[in-house]
Structure formats: structure tokens, C-alpha cells
């Protein structure tokens, strides 16, 4: 990645840093020399990236706690990341998803208006947005009508029409990325690819029955590395267009079966395969496939990385993760 030269010396605030996307853009940006604050949940579990940036327990629901922070630090750049970002468990506790959606949004633009803060603020909003897709309306672009099919998608929608207010009520620069499905290493299992790449390590290791459950797969997504989006990121909130809305994908969909398909053929021991009907989404969208048309005129992105890359190092992350990597150089040796 060789953008974010603009962002050495600058401030960078990132909520719902202690999450996947935050922690490989918090990584990024304290390589090209930012300044970053992190703010998260939970203490951090491991030491990089918050030794070379700094990190705040802080909940987006805090008010209190947001302006205190943003009035100290001001931000140049602001990377609203915190969300509640599993399907399922947005059906579980839809009032969580949308509290901290609504309320954590609110309270992070009425800081920076009570601080006289002006900060370019990237949204991150989601393809769930787009929810039931008709024949004929892909690939989708980011004039199509949203039709959330689940509790997430429906938080996000929140977000981004709260975005788009703010922009047009108070003139927050606040820029809107819709990323579809996200791939990469250090993802949480509560994600397909990274679901399957775990499972895969565990029976590897023998912590498990050689044996991968799985929900839908005949639903078709369109997946972008973590190192892409963290680059999309960087552009639009250096380039973008505040107001707008952007969509960050690979313009490919996949089968969730070729994906799985594609991943066991990189598995050590024989897999089988068994349907799990606790893994099915109560509402499925059929297929989801991205236009990034808009985000590579207005800011020169598109995708860059192979998508055999992306499930390549995701599993061999969680080979490392379940200590599967030293087991295996071992038993060759």
C-alpha cells in the first residue's frame, strides 16, 4: 500500500479500533507517521498497533466520554468504525445494533460540533444496506434503493442517512463507504471466510473433528481484501467527496460454496462437509455484486489483491492462531 502520505503528523481518530478493519488501519496509519487514537471496548488483547499509537477505553454511547476525548485530541481525520457487525447477533439484540448506530453516531458528530472540531469523518456503512436486490438492479451502484433484509443492514441504513444529515444540517464532511463482504487475516469467525478458514486450522491441529458446518452456500457475495479497504478508506477520506456515498467492492461475486470449495483445497487433512440449519440466515439475499465504478474516478481505488491471497493468508492466520503452523513444521521436521 503507498497511499497516506498526507496523513504523517496528522490526527487520526478511529472508533471501534479494537475491531478488525480498525486495527489494520491503525496499523497502517501509524506507518506513515499519523497520530492515532484508538478508541475500543475493551483493553487491548495484544500490544501492536497501540505501541506506536494510542488507545482509549472509551464506549461511542458515552457522550460524556466522546466530547472529553475529542475536545483533547482533535482530530484532522475521523474514522467511524464502531458498530455492531455480526447479522446474527443483530437478530439476537436488535436493540444494541441500533443504540449503538444511532446514539454512538450521534454522539461522536455532537462532539465534534460542541468542540468546533472539523474533521474529515469516513462512515464505515455496509452492502447489508442494499439488502434485497432485483433482477436487473446488478451490478449495484450507489444510486440503488436500499431494501435492508436484516437488523444490521437496517443499523447501517441508520448510520448513513444520519451521515448524509449531518453533512446537509451542520456541513460535518462526512463521507459515506459502503463495503461489501470483507476478507482477510485477523478476522473474527462470525465472518463466512474466516468461519471456515477456523475450522479448517482446528481440524489441521486435531482440535476438532475434520468436519466444516455451514449455512447457506448457494448465496453469492462479493468479497474485498481488509488491505484494500483499509487503502479505500485512506483515499476517500483524503479525496472523496463529502456528502457522497461510495461503494468499496471487487465488482466479482462468488458462490459461499466456491469459497469453501477454494479453502479445503488448501486444507493438510481431508474435509467433509455437513449443513448446519442454526447457521441460516433468517432473511438471505441471493446475490450481491459491487459496481466501484465512483470510487476509481473520483479517488483512484480499485481492488489490487487476489482473492486466492485473501483466503491463503486468512487461514494461515488461524493456523498460527491455533498453534497449528508449529505443529505441522514439527511433524516434516
Known amino acids: 500500500?503507498?497511499?497516506g502520505k498526507d496523513y504523517a503528523s496528522k490526527k487520526v481518530l478511529i472508533t471501534g479500533a479494537d475491531g478488525f478493519v480498525g486495527r489494520w488501519l491503525a496499523t497502517y496509519l501509524a506507518h506513515v507517521g499519523a497520530?492515532?487514537?484508538g478508541l475500543g471496548l475493551h483493553?487491548?488483547?495484544?500490544?501492536?498497533?497501540?505501541?506506536?499509537c494510542r488507545y482509549e477505553v472509551c464506549d461511542v454511547t458515552d457522550g460524556v466520554g466522546m466530547l472529553r476525548l475529542i475536545r483533547e485530541f482533535r482530530p484532522h481525520y475521523v474514522f467511524h468504525l464502531a458498530a455492531q457487525s455480526s447479522v446474527k447477533r443483530s437478530w439476537e439484540d436488535p436493540d444494541l445494533t441500533?443504540?449503538?448506530?444511532?446514539?454512538?453516531?450521534?454522539?461522536?458528530?455532537q462532539a465534534l460540533l460542541k468542540a468546533d472540531s472539523d474533521p474529515v469523518v469516513l462512515v464505515a456503512c455496509s452492502a447489508e444496506e442494499y439488502g434485497l436486490v432485483k433482477e436487473g438492479e446488478i451490478p449495484i451502484n450507489e444510486q440503488q434503493p436500499l431494501r435492508p433484509a436484516n437488523p444490521y443492514g437496517l443499523s447501517k441504513v441508520i448510520q448513513d442517512y444520519h451521515a448524509q444529515f449531518s453533512f446537509l444540517s451542520f456541513g460535518v464532511k462526512t463521507i459515506r463507504a459502503r463495503a461489501f463482504n470483507v476478507a482477510?487475516?485477523?478476522?473474527p469467525p462470525y465472518f463466512v471466510v474466516a468461519d471456515f478458514a477456523k475450522q479448517i486450522a482446528e481440524a489441521e491441529a486435531g482440535l476438532r473433528e475434520a468436519c466444516i458446518r455451514v449455512g447457506n452456500l448457494e448465496a453469492r457475495r462479493d468479497f474485498c481484501d481488509v488491505r484494500d479497504l483499509v487503502r479505500a478508506y485512506i483515499l476517500l477520506a483524503e479525496k472523496g467527496k463529502p456528502g457522497e456515498a461510495y461503494n468499496i467492492c471487487s465488482g466479482v461475486d462468488r458462490s459461499i460454496r466456491s469459497v469453501l470449495e477454494e479453502l479445503i483445497s488448501m486444507s493438510r487433512v481431508p474435509i467433509r462437509v455437513e449443513v448446519d440449519s442454526d447457521r441460516f440466515r433468517k432473511v438471505d439475499v441471493p446475490v450481491l455484486r459491487g459496481d466501484w465504478g465512483k470510487i476509481k474516478r473520483e479517488v483512484g481505488?480499485?481492488?489490487?489483491?487476489?482473492?486466492?491471497k485473501t483466503l491463503r493468508d486468512t487461514l494461515d492466520w488461524w493456523r498460527d492462531k491455533v498453534g497449528q503452523g508449529?505443529?505441522?513444521?514439527?511433524q516434516k521436521s
Open 1 to 3: 500500500m503507498g497511499e
Open 35 to 37: 497520530h492515532v487514537l
Open 43 to 52: 483493553p487491548p488483547k495484544t500490544r501492536k498497533p497501540w505501541d506506536s
Open 98 to 109: 441500533y443504540r449503538v448506530a444511532l446514539f454512538g453516531q450521534e454522539n461522536l458528530i
Open 184 to 187: 482477510g487475516p485477523g478476522q
Open 301 to 308: 481505488w480499485e481492488p489490487s489483491i487476489p482473492f486466492s
Open 326 to 330: 508449529e505443529i505441522w513444521e514439527r
